[in-house]
């Protein structure tokens, strides 16, 4: 199908500007964080010999899932053949590949030896899932490039379905090997489950798509490209029906380990202790990031307005990052059981909670990838036309039509299609309701 | 049919038994040696399997002589910051939740035959030697501490900060993840000990017992088949070198 959006490469304007000194600003905390942890050694940061992996993972894995999850909105349109958001295929795989990239250079700087990245790059343990994901993410970058090429490229259009559905099919696996590098940890009981890969697979469609949808509310403000009230009313969709995803995968989570004895201490540990993750596992992620979006999506006129599904996209984002911090760090603090039936003291924190403060480094560090997929994001689309000229209700619209039958040929001078595309785009706002659904 | 006569003299009868009896002696004295070590120029090999048997009876709270002499043999130094400094090497105090009773154990890299850290490093910087000891290759360790997510014993170390005169035979360096190696260069050099089970025996307390587990004859193997020993996290299915006794 005919792409018959209108891009535009976008002008430097003050919105531009004022985002790009703030994803420069980010990123120059992110390197002076690096050059820091480079010259002293991660004893200034919060991680420890107990919680080796701290907040600039949870950054990175974040970034590294929301890069998955905003491609979603691409592959609705060429995979799951939905052509009202096709004009938003660039840009979904552009923020991809931002994302994407603003993640793995957190993991990489956090490296002890990140100078030694070209060992990585060479020597592979293909037993290891991470050096799985070293094909998975960089194959992941070439696979979305060359989607991007076929969308780009008015002769290759009629490839995109392929290519997206190859794309969408890594996008799965990659997000499993991410969920994997927890998920076989046997030594540890919050990590031992199959359940975490589809349980990441949720969060980062459930991210991608509030990350999407932020990006297209500043696009609607600052750049002056409309959104309609049809995107927010799909974007409401999608945000229910993956909060509702990311739920019940949690709730079965964490029945799996109820029923399963061993792993009581774990699950009382994370869910009926008064301690920091147990308040961020209720207080953040299920109250104020499912709970409180939840209520905005159905309040009546909260969720038609753009502001509203803003703001729950703004607590879905708070919510994810909650959620996987706790994972993540609760996971390393809960103390291993060597000795069933014993309990145990060491001078190595054996039998006790594992303190973890992050520190400001860290934050700096994970902050400096968020300015770098900022930065990327911007520069991007002030070079290319990624970018389509509106997203009003009409251009949507006028996505979803298919193309006319090439037997009409004697139609094909501009002025028709001009008309036609009025006259359909007429038709379609008074259809619009069914065809939303 | 030709005959072959044999001219036999007293002299050249001795020689030749001498000989006969050397020939049919020394592999089996050869062998003997080869069991409970190898030459410091030759590799390593299966035919050893190190490791290590802890007493729990024969370890005393109070004493903390293993831990000090694995410092000053690596080198380890104490910055004053308990989460991320160094050990190799702790002594884990266990009380019986239901009877009270408490004791002290080393607990250390439990050198598996199939270890996690080994299975999880991206770069193979984490390996096992053919002789069953689990090494950090510190040239290819990135430093991305999943081996510490994945060891079920948390014996493992980051270091943390710059280090100053390391000793030559650990190399120890900012950035990498380290463990207890069983004093390797102690292996090599044909010492056959470690520093952790020396300073035991010198304290006169014997907790730790040092040896190869494939030589039947070694101490360590008497003792295992002898002695009823645990395992620790057996559960797992690592088959690990370093077992516990009085558990």
Redesign the interface.
């Known amino acids: 199908m005919r792409d018959k959006t209108d891009y535009v490469i976008v002008e430097f304007s003050k919105a531009i500007l004022i985002y790009g000194l703030i994803a420069l600003s980010l990123i120059g905390l992110g390197f002076y964080s690096f050059i820091t942890l480079e010259h002293?050694?991660?004893?200034i940061t919060g991680m420890?010999?107990?919680v080796?992996?701290g907040l600039p993972h949870v950054f990175a894995i974040f970034l590294i899932i929301a890069a998955s999850g905003v491609l979603n909105i691409a592959s609705i349109s060429s995979v799951f053949n939905i052509k009202m958001y096709k004009p938003l295929g660039r840009l979904s795989a552009l923020l991809a590949i931002c994302l994407l990239t603003g993640g793995l250079i957190v993991l990489v700087l956090d490296?002890?030896?990140?100078d030694?990245?070209i060992?990585?790059m060479t020597?592979?343990?293909f037993?290891?899932?991470?050096?799985w994901n070293?094909f998975l993410y960089s194959g992941f970058m070439a696979v979305v490039a060359l989607y991007l090429w076929m969308m780009f490229e008015a002769r290759y259009n009629k490839f995109i379905g392929k290519v997206g559905t190859f794309a969408f099919a890594w996008r799965v696996t990659l997000t499993t090997g991410t969920g994997s590098?927890f998920a076989f940890?046997?030594?540890?009981e919050a990590y031992n489950g199959a359940l975490l890969a589809p349980l990441f697979i949720a969060l980062s469609l459930l991210v991608g798509t509030a990350v999407f949808y932020k990006i297209l509310f500043w696009m609607d403000r600052g750049l002056d490209i409309p959104m309609g009230s049809e995107i927010v009313k799909r974007f409401r969709k999608l945000l229910i029906y993956f909060i509702f995803t990311v739920f019940y995968i949690t709730v079965l989570s964490h029945l799996t380990n109820l029923y399963v004895t061993k792993n009581h201490g774990y699950e009382f540990f994370l869910l009926f202790s008064l301690n920091t993750y147990s308040l961020l596992f209720w207080g953040c992620q299920m109250i104020i990031g499912t709970l409180f979006p939840l209520l905005i999506l159905y309040n009546k006129k909260l969720s038609e307005s753009a502001v509203g599904i803003l703001y729950a996209s703004i607590l879905v984002l708070f919510g994810g990052f909650t959620m996987l911090y706790v994972i993540i760090i609760s996971g390393?603090a809960f103390p291993?059981d060597?000795?069933p039936?014993?309990?145990?003291?060491?001078?190595?924190?054996?039998g006790v909670e594992a303190?973890y403060i992050p520190s400001v480094y860290e934050l700096m560090l994970g902050l400096g990838g968020v300015g770098i997929s900022a930065a990327i994001y911007l520069f991007a689309i002030m070079v290319l036309d990624f970018t389509p000229k509106s997203l009003d209700n009409d251009a949507i619209a006028l996505a979803g039509i298919p193309d006319p039958e090439p037997k009409i040929e004697e139609n094909k001078e501009e002025p028709a299609d001009e008309e036609s595309k009025e006259e359909l785009s007429e038709e379609n706002q008074d259809n619009k309701q069914p065809k939303a659904d | 049919m030709k005959k072959y006569k044999i001219k036999l003299d007293r002299r050249s009868f001795l020689k030749k038994s001498g000989m006969l009896g050397m020939a049919t002696l020394a592999p089996g004295v050869m062998l003997q040696e080869l069991a409970h070590g190898r030459a410091p120029d030759e590799p390593a090999s299966s035919k050893n399997r190190w490791g290590l048997l802890i007493d729990a009876n024969q370890c005393s709270e109070e004493c903390n002589a293993c831990v000090t002499a694995c410092n000053e043999e690596h080198g380890i130094e104490d910055f004053g910051r308990p989460t991320t400094d160094t050990q190799y090497i702790r002594k884990l105090k266990l009380t019986n939740e239901s009877s009270g009773e408490s004791l002290t154990i080393p607990m250390m890299c439990q050198h598996c035959e199939n270890p996690p850290c080994v299975d999880v490093c991206p770069t193979g910087a984490s390996f096992i030697r053919a002789d069953g000891i689990v090494l950090v290759n510190k040239h290819t360790c990135i430093g991305c501490r999943y081996c510490m997510m994945s060891c079920p014993y948390k014996a493992r170390s980051f270091i943390h900060e710059n280090l100053e005169n390391q000793v030559p035979h650990t190399p120890r360096g900012k950035g990498c993840v380290e463990s207890c190696n069983l004093c390797v260069h102690k292996v090599d050099n044909g010492e056959n000990t470690t520093a952790c089970s020396e300073a035991c025996s010198k304290e006169g307390h014997q907790a730790i017992l040092f040896g190869d587990i494939n030589d039947p004859d070694s101490e360590i193997s008497k003792k295992l088949n002898k002695y009823k020993t645990t395992e620790v996290r057996s559960d797992l299915g690592l088959n690990t070198a370093v077992r516990y006794r009085g558990i």
């Open positions: 002293e050694g991660h004893w420890n010999n107990q080796v992996w490296l002890g030896r990140p030694r990245l060992v990585a020597t592979f343990n037993k290891s899932i991470f050096a070293v590098i940890l046997v030594a540890k390393q291993l060597l000795f039936g014993y309990s145990e003291s060491s001078t190595f924190y054996d303190a």
